[in-house]
């Protein structure tokens, strides 16, 4: 009797490992191609004409601080 609920308790973790290894390569895309080398797509540009909002210059601050880093 112990022997049949450890091999189904065993199945059961096996089952349940493979299904989040299935979930997590799911959730996990990585692209084939690189990416276009003319850049990003036109419309996920900044507009030149339009100001930052302040949270916008925030972020831009932050990053430009990263690329200072030694």
């Known amino acids: 009797m112990i ?3 450890a091999r189904h308790a065993i199945r059961f973790g096996r089952e349940v ?3 989040l290894v299935a979930y997590g390569q799911l959730w996990m895309y990585l692209p084939k191609d690189p990416p276009p080398p003319w850049g990003p797509h036109p ?3 900044v507009r030149p004409d339009i100001p930052l909002t302040p ?3 925030a972020l831009e601050q932050q990053l430009l601080d990263l690329d ?3």
């Open 68 to 70: 200072t880093l030694p």
């Open 55 to 57: 949270a916008e210059r």
């Open 17 to 19: 490992y493979r299904s």
């Open 3 to 5: 022997r049949t609920v």
């Open 43 to 45: 419309l996920e540009r």
